[in-house]
Structures are given as structure tokens and as C-alpha cells.
């Protein structure tokens, strides 16, 4: 089961920092991802992580000004979102891919196992 929260509603130029806590099986390894979906769109990646977080993939739209990590202690991934742009408005959904593999990541929505509730992220111009 994945909880995302950390949404909400900021300025052009602000921060917001996603968090999504894993809860139930602890016997596997997943790696994460976070996505995104606006009003009329499909719902596309925005970044995903390994499992150690050796390996990270980011859409060309978010480089450079996102920056996702993950705490395996705490079964917590984060997405740090610096920047933000009106364009990044959308509903941010975590997802959990069951794999040992490092790398390639999955990029794809249908790669992913178990998905999160969604959190808003509005950004005002």
C-alpha cells in the first residue's frame, strides 16, 4: 500500500516536497517512481529511483529542478520539486515496481505494481 501526500497550492518559483510511505510486504525489493497526470492528459513519468537509489531517470520537462530520493529505512520516497512552473500543475501519483533490477527503470505506467492514492500540486502564476 502506497500513501502519497505533500501536495498543495504555491507560487510560480516555489518548493513543494512529495512524500510517498510504502506499507505491507517487506520481503522484495521495488523500484519507485513518481508520475503525474493534468487535466486532459494521460498520466506520464516524472522521475523514478532503484531500489539501493544508485540508478534515478527524470522526464526533460522536470531536469534539473526535481530531484527524487528515497529512504528504505523508513519505506519513504521523496520528490523534491524546486521551481515550479504553472505547467507542473497535476495530480502526483506514486508507484511501486516489484524488481531487483537496477537499471533500465520502468517509464511506463503499465511496468508498475501498485499504485498510490494521488496528491494535487497547483501552481500559481
Known amino acids: 500500500q502506497l500513501q502519497a501526500c505533500g501536495g498543495g497550492l504555491v507560487q510560480a518559483g516555489g518548493s513543494l516536497r512529495l512524500s510517498c510511505a510504502a506499507s505491507?510486504?517487506?520481503?522484495?525489493?521495488?523500484?519507485m517512481g513518481w508520475f503525474r497526470q493534468a487535466p486532459g492528459k494521460e498520466r506520464a513519468i516524472v522521475a523514478a529511483?532503484?531500489?539501493?537509489?544508485?540508478?534515478?531517470y527524470y522526464a526533460d520537462s522536470v531536469k534539473g529542478r526535481f530531484t527524487i530520493s528515497r529512504d528504505n529505512a523508513k519505506s519513504t520516497v521523496y520528490l523534491q520539486m524546486n521551481t515550479l512552473k504553472p505547467e507542473d500543475t497535476a495530480v502526483y501519483y506514486c508507484?511501486?515496481?516489484?524488481?531487483?533490477?537496477?537499471?533500465?527503470?520502468?517509464?511506463?505506467?503499465?511496468?508498475?505494481?501498485?499504485w498510490g492514492q494521488g496528491t494535487q500540486v497547483t501552481v500559481s502564476s
Open positions: 529511483i532503484s531500489w539501493t537509489g544508485s540508478s534515478t
Open positions: 508507484a511501486a515496481r516489484e524488481t531487483y533490477s537496477e537499471w533500465p527503470l520502468a517509464k511506463n505506467t503499465l511496468e508498475y505494481d501498485y
Open positions: 505491507g510486504r517487506t520481503d522484495t525489493s521495488y523500484s
